[in-house]
T-cell receptor
């Protein structure tokens, strides 16, 4: 049973446009959500997070939105840059600080 | 951000041998470290939670006698894959909890068992 789902395995966006990566979860006990960026054969790099008591968190070009009633969060990247091309993982924190990850979305930003 | 290192980055071993992977938090103390495994084009799967000074907590389906975890200090956790087999070949990643809510990940270790 997949508790964190990223239904789009890939996304292609033009440079300068907005990238929107989506994530759905099923466990209402998750209290913290994180987005990680990952390149092949490297560990994930933390990007941005949001507490379950908030609905938006912004950091530079990255904004995360949380809709608790829909159990949905999204990561917006604007403007998108070619260097943003990577796999993006959504993660949710449950008990004992364990993270549950989605399967990731491969973002390709075309010049 | 906080830095977590892993050693080695790549290791090739023969079937039946054991391999140790180290995970270190370089600029912060981590009471809790986590070990993940990632198969190609798959998500990161949590294997176990490592707490300093106590036994690791393993996720369902992970053999604790095969994947030995030791968290001897606040900056070091080790994962030993015992009697490795080709199906153990994978990308192993550790992470450490900082004082903030984020987990910081190591660069990963590519294990190939021949």
């Amino acid at each position: 049973d997949q508790q964190v789902k990223q239904n789009s395995p890939s996304l292609s966006v033009q440079e300068g446009r907005i990238s929107i990566l989506n994530c759905d979860y099923t466990n209402s006990m998750f209290d913290y959500f994180l987005w990680y960026k990952k390149y092949p054969a490297e560990g994930p790099t933390f990007l941005i997070s949001i507490s379950s008591i908030k609905d938006k968190n912004e950091d530079g070009r990255f904004t995360v939105f949380l809709n608790k009633s829909a159990k949905h969060l999204s990561l917006h990247i604007v403007p998108s840059q070619p260097g943003d091309s990577a796999v993006y993982f959504c993660a949710a924190r449950g008990s004992n600080y364990k993270l549950t990850f989605g399967k990731g979305t491969l973002l390709t930003v075309n010049p | 951000g906080a830095v977590v290192s892993q050693h080695p980055s790549r290791v090739i071993c023969k079937s039946g041998t054991s391999v140790k992977i180290e995970c270190r938090s370089l600029d912060f103390q981590a009471t809790t470290m986590f070990w993940y495994r990632q198969f190609p084009k798959q998500s990161l799967m949590l294997m176990a939670t490592s707490n300093e000074g106590s036994k690791a907590t393993y996720e369902q389906g992970v053999e604790k006698d095969k994947f030995l975890i030791n968290h001897a200090s606040l900056t070091l956790s080790t994962l030993t894959v015992t009697s490795a087999h080709p199906e153990d070949s994978s990308f192993y990643i550790c992470s450490a909890d900082s004082s903030s809510y984020e987990q910081y990940f190591g660069p990963g270790t590519r294990l190939t068992v021949t």
